[in-house]
């Protein structure tokens, strides 16, 4: 399976999309400040998931998420993850 995730920064909001063949590792080592691109951002929580069985899928959704319509979708899809969180929407 491949995953593509959704992380939020609880120390500044701060959004990140990924892609990953093992989530629960991958969380782990953002939250170890291991990857370069969110190492300032921690700690961060799962904010979503999607599961796919193909990593040409996955990646394509990710590249999506990305994009502006995505960043839109994600917006309307999560609105009340992130009223929880004061986020957005």
């Given at each position: 399976?491949?995953?593509?995730?959704?992380?939020?920064?609880?120390?500044?909001?701060?959004?990140?999309?990924?892609?990953?063949?093992?989530?629960?590792?991958?969380?782990?080592?953002?939250?170890?400040?291991?990857?370069?691109?969110?190492?300032?951002?921690?700690?961060?929580?799962?904010?979503?998931?999607?599961?796919?069985c193909s990593k040409n899928d996955a990646a394509a959704r990710e590249q999506f998420l990305k994009s502006g319509w995505g960043k839109n979708w994600i917006m309307k899809a999560l609105k009340n993850y992130f009223k929880s969180k004061k986020l957005g929407g």
């Open positions: 399976m491949w995953y593509v995730y959704i992380i939020q920064s609880a120390k500044d909001n701060y959004l990140y999309i990924g892609l990953t063949n093992n989530l629960r590792k991958r969380i782990k080592l953002h939250n170890q400040k291991k990857v370069y691109a969110t190492r300032l951002h921690t700690p961060f929580t799962l904010a979503y998931y999607e599961a796919h």
